[in-house]
Structure formats: structure tokens, C-alpha cells
């Protein structure tokens, strides 16, 4: 049986302050999930890169526009059950901005706003692993 697989890209956007980091998150307008911080991001359309999907949907969401050579892979995330909408593997990108710039829900999102990341309460999905692979990897650096 052939299954069908949607492929998304979500954007890590932090930004260093006194305190630590803060990281941009949207709260989700629709199910599943609805009311919830995630990252922006979401599916890859026809004949368009993974990252720019990234770059996109982070736009739309946020207003927030990063180029490409400021990104930088996290991994992939290919739990058959992350997403109940159906089988979901997503490329997670991160990137770290100079200053907290202002940033407006759009699209999918109710709202969006920078979150310190020891304030985060329940994310979306498989978010919160995603943000623990993109401190690891920003702390390596």
C-alpha cells in the first residue's frame, strides 16, 4: 500500500539577550494543536527547496524574513506519529538574529512573539526535542 508523505520545514529563530536566548515561536490558528507555541513553518510546495519552504513559511507567519546563508540544518524528524494529520517528516532549521525584531501572526498564526526558552511551557508536535537538537547544536558552536 502506497502511503502518501508530507515533507514540512519548521525556522528556529533565536536571538541572544542579557538573560540567555529567546526564541520566536507562533501560536497555531488551526488543529492539530490549535492555540499552541510552535515553531513557523510548515509543507514544502511543489518544485520549491526545503529551505526555501522555510524561508517562506516563516514570512507568512511572522513577517520575519532571514536569507538562506543565515540558516543553518538542524536535522530531520521522521516519527511516523509526530504529526496526526498523517505521516510528516520535517527538515528543522535554525539561525541566531542580532536583535529582537518585532514580529506580527500572520496566515496560520494567531500570534507570534519571542519566548525566553526557560519559559517554554507544552510546543506543538515534537517541538520541543527540535529545540533541544537546535541548543545543542548553537551551544557547540
Known amino acids: 500500500m502506497k502511503q502518501q508523505i508530507n515533507i514540512t520545514a ?10 540567555g536566548f529567546k526564541v520566536l515561536l507562533i501560536k497555531r490558528k488551526n488543529e492539530p494543536f490549535k492555540n499552541v507555541y510552535a515553531f513557523p513553518g510548515g509543507f514544502v510546495d511543489q518544485g520549491e527547496l526545503v529551505i ?3 524561508q517562506r513559511e516563516l514570512a507568512e507567519e511572522t513577517g520575519l524574513s532571514i536569507k538562506t546563508e543565515e540558516l543553518k540544518f538542524v536535522n530531520f524528524y521522521d516519527e511516523p506519529q509526530r504529526d496526526p494529520r498523517g505521516r510528516t517528516i520535517t527538515f ?7 536583535n529582537e525584531v518585532t514580529v506580527k501572526g500572520k496566515d496560520d498564526a494567531e500570534t507570534a512573539k519571542w519566548k525566553d526558552i526557560k519559559d517554554l511551557e507544552h510546543l506543538a508536535f515534537d517541538h520541543k526535542t527540535i529545540l533541544e537538537d537546535a541548543l545543542k547544536m548553537i551551544h557547540s558552536k
Open 10 to 19: 519548521d525556522a528556529i529563530v533565536f536571538y541572544r539577550h542579557k538573560q
Open 52 to 54: 526555501e519552504a522555510c
Open 92 to 98: 528543522a532549521f535554525t539561525a541566531i538574529i542580532e
